[in-house]
């Protein structure tokens, strides 16, 4: 019967250099859809929980969703899920560009990496010819460089996936890079591909169609899900035109965007950074990635250099979180994370941080390599980019692990705006209740796309909650994260959902697998991959302590600005949020995973 | 005019892929010898100090005496010269082998490395031939293996000097090895390779002998320098037949042999780790480097394999400094510092300083990867010696940037037994005085082989002083300084010192370049050596303060044993030893500098 997925995974043991190739179970697969999901079951039953993060028993799994690669909208998009150097938890960090559906058409839904080599190895995948190759003349490069001097050995047709310097020396901040600017960008994920010598996959395919379980109701659903699309303001209209810094002004007119690393939450120069003056000022095209209508994506004019623009995280983490109103420089740090395989949000948030301890005198001039962490500097934000990257200073490898880690060494962790030592992204959950429960409870720690509560708090969909009330969000979020983990697990984008619902999502699977889920039913998948993902945490150590916020949004209110004097009410809303989690101290009970089917 | 000098460099820039011959100045070589003295003056000229250790500014200076080469006993050695990441000042590491001779064979005195690669490479000396070559397929490999692949391409005659994962890895304790069990151990030199991406330097040539300036003096010179070397009870007889680890029983029967991290300082077991014991079990036969008539390495059995064995710091730091007497388990964990490239001073020294911050609760069971750091654990010195070089767990990469940075993690940098965050090495300070003062003075931190006071103060040469007293050690210990920089920069080996004094090594020197050394001029020499560090070391950033010893040395009484009460008087040496050098604050006055041409 055909479904559209492979039902094939590759692996590969750089230590044994073998590679494999394994079926996957179907009904394994419908249980936990794919992506995210299917990724983190994997890992689990593997026992990867409990070892370190960077050393050769980690695995890394690159993993389609049974939408990637389908003639469904936003269908391209491929997950790195593996154990977290930054964390210390779960990662699964989700990417668009094209590499994903390059893999599907190839004839694979994941490949898992074990092991290290011994010596740096790309692997090479075209159809069933998959091959580990010599990369050591690639060592050290950057992203850019690294895609061309591949598509010239392997085709223009080929999508390669790579980490940079970043990655290679193994800093907690480093992404996985895909299309040179499309990025896994969160949990150190690129570090543990550099742990394992791995610089890059190239894929590249013959085929170039998945065929879905039911072709006529799927090009049914489709043609639905792209009017819903096109007629949404956000997805229609916002997103298309002005791309995610849109959020710009909208979350800073509501005080409720952080400034100088969440000191304050309201940045007076923020339209100088804003969407509209991208637009205005940079804008050469839009960006697509595999099968979008959408178009968020910004392709910019940088000093004369065409390169892909900033999203509206690394606009705010470097400009309001640093106090930096230059856009110009926004651009160019920007384009240093992609260029050198940096999280373009951890990267600017430590940036921030470092900022703060300079501010009150932990870090001194004499440390800073003649380019001082002042607030508002446009020259800082570029040079300690590249200092991060490439690890060419002691601060800057410092840094490079994250503000956690910069913080503590100071002796004032505090100062680190993030949950399980991973970075809060551009929304003060001060003022904005629901995205804290959210940030608090997210399995990867600090997050905004693992329940993105900012669409009904900020934007009023699929309905306007009150932004400061307490009452009903546990539920919200609850709902939020466990259709996010559906879409995450389905290779589509978390964007779709500004105008698509549940039924959907499970419309669009139904149609693709074969399966025959209902809202319900979909929802509860989500909600295991939630379960299961916490299950991981609990085996490599998270307490339940974990679940909670920096001092500074539980007990500082926000200075001046339209949220002034509003402060996160974590304490109300966690415990509701475990009751309708059906979790104790943090964690499942045997009833809650019992009825998931976890147990 | 003939001298021993090629008067000619390399100059590598790994970042604009040039390679340049340079002039070396005749009288610039000549006013600082040669190897650590000239490397140290090249780089303070060319603003080294200030700049990042890691950073691709650093430079690494691989430079050799006016001795090395010629047909001198232990005429082989070469430097590596750069800023250290480890004290984040003067880096000078010596060693021994035959790669330092090839490079004077070669045509150079000196390699000047710059700059940093955009991937992995190494560099290939054959004559005027001299090529960069990519080495992606040698990172990550051990030093073995990179030794025989390298010979494999560039035959058997090649000497091959490289790093192993610890330095590719940037590990504060990376060291460099030569002829896979050689190595210019302390101080980091080996990251400074890794950052700039340099995995190898392999060296041949076609010429086999340097002309001296005078052959006849030399060899008559050399004659009667053979005659003491053979005829030194040290020389002739203590080091051939056990290897440096005869000082094993000899110290700790002083009860001046660090055990347990410096907490005692009397080994109950010691001599199942000596060098007659590891004679006795384990020798296979001696190793020499090039033209060493001497023979003081050890070529061991190692479960059926014949590898290179350790001397005796490794066995001390091993063996009493982490309570273990098992000598095999030593063996094995030595192997691994070569092979993984770190510095066998200070991975075991770090160990103990963790065995340390287990025992008081500060390291737990559950941080230490299945293999607890217990005092004794023969398992532990080896598991976490590969954990430290491949770093493949969380604290072993922690335990690589060296024991300070290790207990100021855990808030007790005082548990560090350092000096400038160097380890210091196996003999208690506080048990024998003047070593104390070439631990806080030297300028490349916590050392032995910087004025060695263990030969008179210990072994009774060239006469006896009481180890206890504090009169005069001022004065002994800047003579042994200063004539030790004169022999490190010569190309010579230290261990000729016991048999030979300032007279020979002024005739040697003298006979091969055609200078006019009397004693004192040649001890100025050294005088200026010690004092163009101490320049470098000031401009990096030291200050008066870190000319000290740890807390534990200054105010812990030793608490047992045959010096049980003896603590270090450095608060009545310091200040002498600044006096006779002709320094305030711990740096040369004006006048001293102009004394010593300096200015």
């Not at 690159?62 to 990662?91: E, W």
């Not at 904005?432 to 959210?438: A, C, D, R, Y």
Request: net charge negative; hydrophobic share 35%.
């Amino acid at each position: 019967m055909t479904t559209s997925y492979n039902l094939k995974m590759l692996r590969v043991n750089l230590t044994e250099k073998s590679i494999k190739t394994e079926i996957l179970d179907e009904a394994l697969a419908k249980k936990f859809i794919g992506g995210r999901g299917l990724g983190t079951k994997i890992l689990y039953d593997e026992g990867v929980a409990k070892v370190d993060a960077l050393s050769p028993a980690n695995k890394l799994v690159f993993i389609n969703g049974p939408l990637t690669g389908c003639n469904v909208p936003t269908g391209g998009r491929y997950m790195v899920v593996t154990k977290s150097p930054l964390t210390g938890m779960i990662a699964s960090s989700n990417s668009g560009g094209v590499w994903g559906a390059r893999l599907k058409y190839a004839g694979y839904d994941a490949v898992i990496v074990e092991g290290k080599a011994d010596a740096p190895v790309y692997l090479s995948i075209h159809d069933e010819k998959v091959e580990l190759l010599p990369a050591g003349d690639l060592w050290g490069k950057e992203s850019t460089n690294v895609e061309e001097i591949l598509k010239e050995k392997h085709g223009k047709e080929a999508s390669v996936l790579n980490i940079g310097p970043a990655g290679e020396q193994m800093f907690e901040l480093a992404c996985i890079m895909n299309e040179a600017d499309r990025a896994a960008g969160r949990s150190g994920v690129g570090a543990v591909m550099g742990s394992k010598l791995l610089k890059a996959i190239v894929c590249s395919s013959t085929r170039t169609v998945i065929e879905p379980f039911d072709k006529e109701k799927l090009r049914e659903v489709v043609t639905e899900s792209l009017r819903k699309i096109r007629e949404n303001g956000v997805t229609g209209q916002g997103l298309p035109t002005y791309g995610t810094a849109v959020l710009v002004n909208i979350v800073n007119n509501i005080g409720s965007f952080p400034t100088r690393n969440w000191q304050e939450s309201y940045f007076a120069d923020a339209d100088k950074t804003s969407g509209e003056t991208l637009k205005e000022k940079y804008l050469v095209k839009q960006g697509y990635c595999h099968r979008c209508p959408i178009g968020c994506g910004r392709v910019i004019n940088m000093n004369g250099k065409t390169v892909g623009g900033p999203e509206y995280e690394p606009i705010w983490a470097y400009g309001a979180n640093c106090g930096v109103e230059d856009l110009e420089a926004i651009n160019e740090a920007n384009y240093w994370c992609n260029e050198l395989g940096l999280d373009a949000i951890g990267a600017p948030t430590t940036i921030a941080a470092a900022m703060e301890l300079y501010q009150k005198g932990y870090l001194k001039e004499e440390d800073c390599d003649g380019v001082p962490l002042v607030w508002g500097s446009a020259k800082a934000i570029v040079e300690w980019t590249k200092h991060m990257g490439y690890g060419d200073n002691k601060l800057g490898r410092l840094m490079a692990s994250g503000s956690y880690r910069l913080c503590d060494h100071y002796g004032v962790p505090e100062f680190s705006m993030s949950v399980k030592k991973q970075e809060m992204p551009a929304y003060d959950a001060r003022g904005i209740q629901g995205i804290g429960i959210t940030y608090a409870t997210s399995n990867r720690g600090g997050c905004h796309v693992r329940g993105y509560m900012i669409s009904p708090e900020v934007l009023g969909l699929p309905e306007p909650l009150n932004r400061l009330a307490t009452e009903g969000k546990a539920t919200w979020t609850k709902i939020f994260q466990d259709l996010t983990a559906v879409i995450d697990s389905s290779g589509m984008c978390l964007f779709t959902s500004f105008a698509l619902g549940a039924p959907d999502y499970a419309a669009l699977l139904n149609a693709a697998t074969g399966t025959n889920y209902d809202v319900e039913g979909v929802l509860k998948v989500g909600e295991r991959i939630y379960n299961i993902e916490r299950l991981f945490n609990k085996e490599a150590g998270m307490v339940a302590g974990d679940d909670t916020l920096p001092k500074r949004i539980l007990e500082e209110p926000i200075p001046s600005g339209p949220s002034k004097g509003e402060i996160s009410k974590l304490n109300i809303t966690l415990p509701q949020y475990y009751e309708v989690r059906g979790w104790v101290d943090a964690f499942p009970t045997e009833a809650t995973l019992k009825r998931l089917d976890l147990l």
